[in-house]
């Protein structure tokens, strides 16, 4: 009712962090925002795949812009070098990046903004803002990437992007943002935010993942068994997010594999990316978006809203595995002040009270596709293979 009201006074929603308490977790689970955002990841999943990442593709002028901006970042980083200092992670000139980063961002992100579309730009500075890690803590986590996917979710449901900039948010905007990420954790050594050692996918992203596998569900040059190859590695990590996210943990981890990278090395059992994609977002759900940990960080505004969604409206899921045109825009992301987005068969988020308990990997707040696997810590890959294989529409009871 807040909204509307502010909405009839002509005031834009106060951006603020909302889930206070485990018990707003149920909450975050049924707000549009959570269900925009699921439509988002799924919805360009559906639309990259088959698609490389050094594919020719159309880029918007706004898109052009949007790249540009990191240009002026790296900049920053040139101007503000590490510091020689006696810890080994840490290093505190990345605060003065930071510092300087949050004084110029509003500058070059207005310049890039429409007039038209200026008024939402305190809450896509908030998001891109907190996408870069933290400065106290000099950190950064699967936490900070998800601010970046609700700038890039913003940016559609303002109409700054449009449907056609869908593929090259992804492969060209987003893949941009992940190499600067990674130039940050190098040159700054920041450490992981709420790494779970072994047991995580990866020390710092996620999402690369999920569209990485999207990416390699039609026409893949190899199997899911070869991604650790080396040769393969070397030749397909320019191409595919998922490869190229290989090779950088390659690079920053020493040993086998195996046990550095446990969870991705299990996926090598698994038959199809298809599979592997719905798995991803299945363990996303779960291990990252119903962590309170996590989520207690994240702030909501306008575009990104904290009111429920209509009773009885669903997750989209992506169906992987042939080449179909772009998603409507409108379809998969929502617009504000706008009816919810369309619903499509899934099933809603658990209630509140289910959140309080430590949930495993093999368990799902919603269901994907067909037949999807379901990835959990397990040091014996088979259990993965048998989720995969046999794991139909129905989530793990563990």
């Known amino acids: ?54 594919d020719e593709m159309f880029e918007s002028e706004v898109l052009k812009k949007l790249l540009r901006l990191f240009d002026a970042l790296e900049k920053l980083v040139e101007q503000h070098p590490p510091l020689e200092q006696p810890q080994r992670f840490g290093n505190k000139a990345y605060r003065d990046w930071a510092q300087e980063m949050r004084e110029q961002l509003p500058e070059l992100l207005g310049q890039l903004l429409p007039d038209a579309k200026k008024r939402y730009q305190v809450e896509l500075e908030q998001y891109l803002t907190e996408s870069f890690g933290n ?21 559609f449901k303002a109409e700054i992007l449009q449907e056609q900039d869908i593929v090259s948010a992804a492969l060209r905007l987003f893949n941009r ?61 320019d191409q595919f997010m998922f490869i190229s996210c290989i090779d950088y943990i390659c690079k920053v981890k020493t040993g086998h594999f195996g046990e550095h990278s446990n969870q991705l090395w299990s996926i090598t059992d698994v038959p199809s990316w298809a599979k592997i994609n719905a798995g ?5 759900q779960k291990e990252i978006l119903s ?36 998603p409507s825009k409108r379809i998969c992301i929502g617009t504000p002040n706008l009816v919810p987005p369309v619903p499509v068969a899934a099933a809603p988020p658990p209630p509140a009270e289910s959140l309080s308990s430590d949930l495993n990997v093999g368990d799902s707040s919603s269901e994907s596709s067909d ?17 995969a294989e046999g794991s139909g529409d129905k989530p793990s009871k563990e």
């Open 1 to 54: 009712m807040a909204s509307a009201i502010n909405q009839a006074a002509g005031k834009l929603p106060a951006i603020a962090k909302r889930v206070q308490n485990l018990g707003d977790m149920g909450i975050w689970q049924r707000s549009r925002a959570f269900h925009d955002l699921i439509g988002y990841i799924n919805g360009t999943s559906s639309a990259i795949q088959g698609i490389k990442t050094t």
């Open 371 to 387: 037949n999807s696997v379901v990835l959990r810590p397990s040091t014996s890959s088979s259990s993965l293979v048998a989720a």
């Open 135 to 155: 400065a106290t803590r000099i950190d950064y986590g699967t936490g900070h990437e998800l601010s970046f996917l609700f700038f890039l979710c913003s940016l």
């Open 280 to 284: 991803l977002v299945k363990m996303y």
């Open 291 to 326: 962590k309170f940990p996590v989520i207690q960080h994240v702030y909501f505004g306008e575009l990104m809203a904290f009111e429920p969604v209509s009773p009885g409206t669903t997750l989209s899921n992506a169906r992987l595995g042939h080449v179909a045109p772009p």
């Open 177 to 237: 943002y992940l190499e600067f990420a990674r130039q940050l954790q190098r040159t700054y050594n920041m450490e992981p935010a709420g790494s779970q050692g072994v047991w995580s996918l990866d020390d710092f992203q996620f999402v690369p993942f999920i569209w990485g596998s999207a990416q390699l569900a039609v026409k893949s040059p190899f199997d899911p068994s070869k991604f650790v190859d080396e040769q393969i590695i070397t030749d397909y990590k």
